[in-house]
């Protein structure tokens, strides 16, 4: 099942862990999109999520997220 990523949590322990997700003020704008890089998976078999901030209407990105256990929350619309 794909969705929206809404946030992602990167390390082994969930309270000691990294977390990005969207809206978060990151650098000099804030977390816009966080995506699972589909091709990087088919070609080396490896998860990489990729983290985009948008800074004055452009969207850059910021992160990447390379062969790391993480906690991924997709965006549930009810």
């Known amino acids: 099942m794909e969705g929206l990523i809404r946030k992602i949590i990167i390390g082994k322990d969930p309270k000691d862990a990294m977390a990005y997700y969207v809206g978060m003020r990151a650098g ?17 078999g490896k998860k990489r999520y990729l983290v985009y901030i948008s800074i004055d209407d452009s969207q850059v990105l ?7 256990p993480c906690i991924v929350e997709f965006d549930l619309n009810f």
């Open 28 to 44: 000099g704008g804030e977390v816009s999109t966080i995506v699972l890089d589909g091709e990087h998976l088919h070609k080396h």
């Open 62 to 68: 910021w992160k990447s997220v390379d062969d790391m």
